[in-house]
């Protein structure tokens, strides 16, 4: 449950600031099908990835954090 309501704030922020599944997960140096997995709740994100993906999207990490 914790790790879909990661996915789909990552994906909401992500679609927010205009990037593509393919794009951002080049950016973040992680597979298209990873950050898919994460997306869809499937995989929880590691703390640091957590932080580069919040750095990448220029967003803190208690927006991205689930309430």
């Given at each position: 449950?914790?790790?879909?309501?990661?996915?789909?704030?990552?994906?909401?922020?992500?679609?927010?600031?205009?990037?593509?599944?393919?794009?951002?997960?080049k950016e973040l140096g992680i597979s298209v099908s990873v950050l898919g997995e994460i997306e869809r709740g499937n995989r929880?994100?590691?703390?640091?990835?957590?932080?580069?993906?919040?750095?990448?999207?220029?967003?803190?990490?208690?927006?991205?954090?689930?309430?």
């Open positions: 449950m914790e790790a879909e309501k990661w996915g789909r704030r990552i994906r909401a922020y992500r679609k927010l600031k205009g990037f593509t599944q393919e794009g951002f997960a929880m994100p590691d703390e640091k990835l957590i932080s580069r993906i919040a750095d990448f999207l220029d967003v803190g990490l208690d927006e991205l954090t689930p309430q």
